[in-house]
């Protein structure tokens, strides 16, 4: 059985998308649920693990990382759609999300390719922290 996220895309959990086309439309077909998941996602401070699967599965993580290390290089244009796309579904999930992903630019344009290289060993995806622990 295919999870809701699945559903909620309409796609084969098994395509890996190539496109920053897919991966707006992917967005925007998953708005609808995340609108209904936003008290849940409020509560955790960040998106649920499923979720997150999900983002690991179809290579979310790897919008901007650079294309040798099995990333998609996508332009920040196209990047700031996407994650636009997902924020109209839920704001600050958007702002995890684009947080949580947009770590691999600044390690791919601001250091060098030794570093890059152990870095992405084994063509890794890099993911920054992306939740807003509550201060009581």
Not at 17 to 24: D, E, I, N, V
Not at 27 to 43: G, S, T
């Amino acid at each position: 059985m295919q999870s809701t996220m699945y559903v909620a895309l309409g796609e084969n959990s098994d395509v890996i998308p190539t496109s920053a086309l897919y991966f707006h439309q992917m967005a925007l077909n998953i708005r609808d649920l995340l609108r209904e998941k936003q008290d849940e996602h409020n509560k955790l401070g960040t998106y649920s693990q499923e979720l997150h699967e999900l983002f690991l599965k179809q290579r979310f993580y790897r919008l901007l990382q650079p294309k040798r290390y099995g990333g998609f290089e996508f332009s920040f244009s196209e990047y700031y759609r996407i994650m636009l796309a997902i924020s109209e579904g839920h704001p600050s999930l958007g702002w995890n999300l684009t947080l949580a992903a947009s770590h691999v630019f600044l390690i791919a344009s601001h250091y060098p390719e030794f570093v890059q290289d152990e870095l992405f060993n084994g063509n890794e995806q890099i993911i920054a922290a992306h939740k807003a622990f509550t201060i009581s």
